[in-house]
């Protein structure tokens, strides 16, 4: 058998960024002794190899902690799905390992207890990912039990029936969680018709589906060609092949070809949402639009905008809403990348009196990211803080095969990881400019927010008129 | 940039796969080295050469049990403070410093401890021992700072709170289990005692508990422990000494009457069920058969009660739930802590079906014990989830600073996949029939405003 393997390398930053204080920042405590030099990250080995029935197997090979971690992908996830039944994809995940054609969902759930496992499933907007991890002795068991759910699921009548009930109970209960209003009504709002929208399933679809509807979207979606298989861990590589092979080698494509996922709408309306919540002792806000694919070059310089003007505790957002004003806990921001679009938004919960108040700076700050160009001090520490955390999100072990598995998704392949922190190195001021020109700007944002109907409202009034929506 | 080299290469002869279920357990340890400074301050090192980064955790001997009273919420108000800046590095520094070196930092309040972390590229350790070193040693006490946090902890607790259906569960059951003040009382804070905390009482608690004997300093990751010995010398070994501060013995006994209350939670769409019991000390020995009992009741899909309750007889739409959950794991409390679960029940049920299937559950272990196959595959489960506890250096440091702080021995966190093991079916036996019983249970039912009476 032939692999292709490479050696991937995560680089820190191309220069080292010293502590001296721009222009900008107060000076630094005179004794504070200065980052010593970064070291060299050894590389990563994935071995790559494409089996004849077209899944594509990435094994990475990382010895000295007794544990795995898999990622089954397969495309297809819930913007696939009709739209009068969307979210059935994530339903249909959900039940993969409540019951094979050989194996109850007890008997799953107690074989991966005996090798330290667990095995998981979700539909993103994209894919379905099957996740699972064991004790590195239990690698075995744990790839034909990921084959069995993956192929074999039977969806028996019995766990079908609970998994509606407890779904249905579990959509009324979320109905009290605010975050889970706003986040529904923000991807409504921004995307329009457009399958990106899907946030939660409705009462009516859960009730709709049965054994049959779910065995037939696992048939249509569930291809060899249309997966990617990756394991990391303390495992040997080629022993893991053969098992790969041994439990995935016969698994044959017969389902039709993916439909193709129009483009994303490109803005969405300055406008202000509000869902009455009653009993609210905060405004729960989320501002934002549609942005970019994951695979868009505004895409990682976006991201490193976002880590100055709200990712990160030191961006802007935070040091001015919370370290500055104390009107929220827990602000923050995403640019979150799909297949074909994406999406940016800044979120925070205020106590309800400083709903417009907050939302004034928050415009304030996003503005300001268009406006002004920002200082290398700043420009460094964001480029260093990205570095860092995605070295650190990737030591770890199940995080590192996710990124691949959802590298592979978007198109990317496996060399998307040594790429992204010199990509992020690469980017200077001016495009950090262009896009907070491009996407930031206040006047381009949908507002969100879930909260207390008549003092929200009054807050809200202030800037313009405001839809008020049920949910 | 170096892209990867690309290299193609013919594989060997096949390796012979493993048997489909492990015959053993994989064993693994952390390299542990302890060194205590003059001034008491205790550091914990542990090496890992695999990536060039670094976790540090710094653990404070105390938590949310030893706040002054009429200053409920004060430590984890005094833990934010810790982030506000100090004479010699004003507000911002820390930040600024930390994550200009590409790192992460994060501070949590517990019981019995609180804890303040970084996660970084090794090349910035250096200045953040500094930093650490710099806030054990004085902060900014401005008034300024203090209602700037007295403000976002407010938001803290309304988010997490007061906003949130059952958002006090955690609160609600030690509040009504337990008798002394100490373990008791609202930890998060009620927003008049957040309001009258003053500067004076800020010095005072940074004074007598923010000391080195009172720290233990937790580094793991691509570093040598002498030199990491070195370093933490350079910058903390100035610090003055003072003598470690009581610790009062808190343990309560066992209750002997059943507590049980009714609450209802005005965002609540669906109800739900807190149910506590009072658990054995830490390091007795019946903790860790109290640790084995937790999982093999509530672990996962392959537990009693997830396998009895939400699968079984479908009276629960979720199980959660473990020894000193959810605010910390089966080994990082002191003094003693509650195996506690919350779930969200069904229209089909109600608290008297929950806890009387509960009750058969737990009747059924302390009666016929378990199989050795179930026993077997808990174990190993558990050593699972405790290695996974230990995957990056930051989840190391924290751990080991953990130990030291509150076993008193950072190696006893190498010893804890030995106590499991050791753990017998008779052990389960007989902490099921001593705890979890009915004068020791502590139960809080959340009805929604509309529910049936």
């Not at chain 1, 790559?48 to 000295?64: K, S």
């Not at chain 1, 019995?158 to 889970?180: D, I, R, S, Y």
């Not at chain 1, 001016?430 to 006047?443: D, L, M, N, P």
């Not at chain 2, 054990?136 to 988010?159: G, W």
């Amino acid at each position: 058998m032939i692999l292709t393997r490479q050696a991937l390398t995560l680089l820190l930053a191309t220069s080292t960024l010293t502590l001296a204080a721009g222009s900008e920042e107060k000076p630094l405590p005179k004794d504070l002794p200065p980052y010593g030099v970064d070291r060299p990250i050894p590389p990563l080995n994935i071995a790559q190899r494409t089996l004849p029935n077209g899944l594509t197997v990435w094994i990475v090979h990382r010895p000295g902690f007794p544990k795995i971690a898999s990622y089954l992908a397969i495309r297809g996830g819930n913007a696939y799905d009709p739209a009068d039944r969307q979210g059935l994809t994530g339903l249909m995940a959900g039940l993969l390992n409540e019951g094979t054609t050989t194996r109850t969902s007890k008997q799953i759930a107690e074989e991966l207890q005996a090798i330290g496992g667990e095995l998981n499933a979700f539909a993103s907007p994209d894919a379905v990912f099957i996740h699972g991890s064991c004790l590195s002795n239990g690698l075995p068991a744990l790839v034909n039990l990921l084959a069995d759910v993956a192929r074999h699921p039977s969806f028996p009548d019995k766990e079908v029936e609970l998994a509606k009930a407890n779904t249905l109970q579990g959509l009324l209960a979320q109905e009290a969680q605010p975050a889970f209003k706003a986040n529904r009504a923000f991807n409504a709002a921004i995307f329009g018709s457009h399958p990106y929208r899907f946030a939660s399933l409705s009462p009516e679809v859960v009730k709709g589906a049965t054994p049959a509807s779910l065995k037939a979207i696992h048939a249509a979606r569930f291809q060899p060609n249309q997966a990617v298989l990756v394991i990391s861990g303390d495992l040997q590589e080629a022993a893991t092949l053969k098992l790969v092979t041994a439990a995935f080698g016969d698994w044959k494509a017969t389902g039709e070809a993916l439909p193709t996922i129009r483009e994303t709408p490109a803005t969405s309306a300055h406008q202000f949402l509000l869902i009455p919540r009653p009993g609210s002792v905060q405004s729960t806000l989320r501002v934002g639009r549609p942005a970019v694919a994951a695979t868009h070059p505004d895409y990682i310089p976006m991201q490193l905008a976002n880590v100055i003007l709200g990712g990160s505790f030191g961006s802007r957002i935070v040091k001015n809403i919370r370290e500055d004003k104390g009107y929220t806990y827990s602000p923050g921001a995403r640019a979150t990348g799909m297949q074909v679009g994406g999406n940016y938004m800044v979120r925070a919960d205020v106590r309800t009196e400083v709903t417009a108040a907050s939302l004034m700076e928050i415009f304030y700050e996003m503005d300001r990211m268009g406006t002004t160009t920002v200082g290398e001090v700043e420009l460094q520490s964001a480029k260093r803080y990205m570095g860092g955390t995605y070295l650190f999100q990737n030591q770890m072990l199940g995080a590192l095969t996710g990124t691949l598995a959802t590298y592979w998704v978007n198109g990317q392949k496996p060399e998307a990881l040594s790429e992204f922190i010199p990509k992020v190195n690469a980017v200077k001021a001016e495009e950090v400019r262009r896009i907070g020109r491009t996407y930031f700007a206040a006047k381009d944002q949908t507002v969100v927010v879930v909260g207390d109907e008549a003092k929200a409202k009054a807050e809200l009034e202030q800037f313009g008129p405001v839809q008020i929506l049920k949910n | 940039m170096r892209l990867g080299l690309l290299t193609i290469f013919t594989l060997g002869a096949a390796l012979v796969a493993g048997p489909a279920a492990p015959a053993k357990r994989p064993s693994w340890r952390l390299p542990i080295e302890v060194k205590t400074l003059p001034n008491g301050l205790t550091i914990v090192v542990s090496e890992d050469h695999s990536l060039p980064t670094v976790g540090v955790s710094v653990v404070y001997r105390v938590g949310m049990r030893l706040e002054p009273k009429g200053r409920t919420g004060f430590a984890h108000l005094f833990e934010h403070m810790m982030f506000q800046g100090t004479p010699v590095a004003p507000k911002g520094v820390f930040d600024r410093v930390i994550q200009g070196g590409g790192g992460l930092n994060n501070g949590s309040t517990r019981y019995d401890f609180t804890n303040y972390i970084e996660s970084a590229p090794v090349s910035a350790l250096e200045p953040i021992l500094w930093l650490e070193a710099d806030r054990l040693k004085a902060l900014d006490f401005s008034p300024q700072n203090l209602k700037n946090q007295q403000e976002v902890v407010k938001e803290e607790i309304r988010v997490n709170v007061k906003n949130q259906p059952y958002g006090t569960f955690w609160l609600d059951l030690p509040g009504a289990a337990y008798s002394r003040w100490e373990n008791n009382h609202d930890g998060y804070g009620s927003f008049e005692d957040l309001d009258h905390a003053d500067l004076k009482d800020v010095q005072a608690f940074h004074s007598t508990y923010y000391t080195p004997s009172n720290a233990v300093l937790g580094i793991a990751g691509d570093v040598k422990p002498t030199e990491v010995f070195a370093l933490v010398e350079k910058y903390f070994a100035s610090i003055p000494g003072k003598p470690k501060p009581a610790l009062p013995d808190l343990k309560e006994p066992l209750n002997t009457t059943e507590i049980r209350q009714v609450k209802t939670d005005a965002l609540a769409r669906v109800p739900a069920v807190a149910v506590g019991w009072k658990m054995p000390a830490r390091g007795s020995r019946d903790h860790a058969p109290a640790a084995v009992l937790a999982e093999l009741l509530i672990g996962g899909d392959a537990s009693r009660i997830y396998l009895g309750l939400v699968k079984g007889k479908e009276l629960l739409l979720n199980a959660s739930g473990g020894l000193n959950f959810p605010l910390g794991g089966a080994w990082d409390y002191d003094g003693q802590t509650l195996f506690s679960l919350f779930s969200l029940y069904k229209p089909n049920a109600d608290a008297d079906k929950v806890l009387a299937a509960i009750d058969e559950v737990i009747a059924a272990i302390a009666s016929q014990g378990v199989t050795s196959a179930e026993l077997e595959r808990t174990k190993t489960k558990m050593l699972a989830d405790f290695y996974a506890g230990l995957e990056i250096p930051l989840s190391r440091a924290d751990a080991l600073a953990k130990a030291q702080a509150l076993w008193g021995s950072a190696a006893q966190l190498n010893e804890i996949p030995g106590l499991i093991e050791g753990v017998t079916a008779d052990d389960l036996k007989r902490v099921a029939a001593t705890y979890l019983t009915h004068p020791n249970r502590t139960v809080i039912d959340y009805h929604t405003a509309t529910a049936k009476p």
